[in-house]
């Protein structure tokens, strides 16, 4: 065996043996190597080099293996796309969920649309129908209270003002017997004779526009027949009261309608048999002048009704006018008895 001759290198400076440099950059190999990736299952190698003394080269040295960011980005995504996944088969998902709460506006719409063509009036005018059930009432709602206010601005053809009563009978007569409709209404100290009736400016004017042309005098006005603090027996009354007036403002606008569906006919009169069936089994508890003023009108109405749901052509209907007027006065001769 030959003798093999130490080599000695300088490293700063410093006379060093060539054994221990290579021990050294051994080291310091294995120490680079851990502080790249210190789990033993990474499988980390180091390849010796053909010639000794040489450097090795660490970037082909060491196998490529994912660093634990990557692993974590890679995961995140797969989790990403997975949580997306159940989130698009949910039954309640955002889509499902808008959809459904388009159905139920569109529905709404399409309902109030439908009732403004029946009655000319928007839905939360004639939307205040409360069921009231005497039989069940508390002894709360059977306690005497108080209306606050009972709202009614109509516009009417008006054919004169007079101061005595006695005067407007004989106008309102004379043009009733012309065949058509009059009736006599106390407004403060004087009294109006009344020849049409409307819930709004251009349903009053349909009908003045006709008495011009059959040669009858007549001025549209404006009426407010309001009346407040209206004094009842029992609180489960009010619901009733103001569902006197609602009949009345449909009663006045489907009169100018030359006809009516069937579906609009049923529905009138159920809303009418409804308010008539509470005042069958209250009226005894009633004093006997609003019993009386509650009986006159539920029979001017059910006149209107009758004439109303009947076939009828394009001309004006006198005889249904003329209930239209009836059925304003007897209201508000109820409303005055529970001044």
Not at 5 to 10: A, H, R
Not at 93 to 108: E, P, Y
Not at 265 to 281: F, L, N, P, R, V
Request: one cysteine or more; a positive charge.
């Amino acid at each position: 065996m030959k003798d093999q001759k130490p080599i000695t290198v300088l490293i700063n400076g410093k006379a060093t043996a060539y054994k221990e440099v290579q021990k050294e950059q051994e080291t310091s190999t294995k120490e680079i190597a851990a502080a790249v990736y210190t789990e033993e299952a990474a499988g980390w190698e180091i390849i010796d080099s053909e010639g000794a003394g040489k450097v090795l080269d660490f970037k082909k040295v060491i196998s490529p293996v994912p660093r634990p960011s990557t692993l974590r980005k890679k995961w995140s995504k797969r989790r990403m796309i997975l949580m997306d996944h159940k989130r698009n088969t949910s039954l309640f998902s955002k889509k499902f969920m808008t959809a459904v709460l388009a159905a139920i506006v569109t529905g709404c719409t399409f309902g109030a649309i439908i009732l403004m063509l029946f009655t000319g009036e928007t839905a939360s005018t004639h939307s205040q129908t409360v069921a009231a059930q005497p039989g069940n009432a508390s002894s709360k709602a059977q306690a005497p209270a108080t209306i606050s206010n009972i709202s009614m601005d109509f516009h009417a053809a008006q054919n004169g003002l007079f101061s005595t009563e006695k005067k407007a009978k004989e106008i309102s007569e004379s043009i009733k017997d012309q065949g058509y409709a009059a009736a006599v209404y106390k407004q403060g100290a004087n009294y109006s004779v009344l020849i049409g009736l409307g819930n709004k400016k251009e349903e009053a004017q349909t009908l003045a526009d006709v008495y011009k042309l059959k040669g009858v005098e007549v001025w549209p006005k404006q009426l407010d027949a309001s009346y407040t603090n209206l004094k009842i027996p029992h609180k489960m009354d009010e619901p009733f009261i103001v569902n006197g007036k609602i009949l009345l403002q449909n009663v006045i606008t489907l009169s100018q309608v030359p006809s009516l569906s069937k579906k609009a006919k049923d529905s009138i009169m159920k809303d009418y048999e409804g308010w008539k069936a509470y005042g069958d089994k209250q009226h005894e508890q009633w004093p006997a002048k609003q019993e009386k003023a509650v009986k006159n009108y539920e029979e001017d109405i059910s006149r209107a009704l009758t004439k109303l749901t009947a076939n009828r052509s394009d001309e004006a209907d006198w005889p249904l006018q003329q209930s239209v007027l009836d059925s304003f006065v007897s209201y508000t001769k109820l409303l005055e008895t529970l001044k």
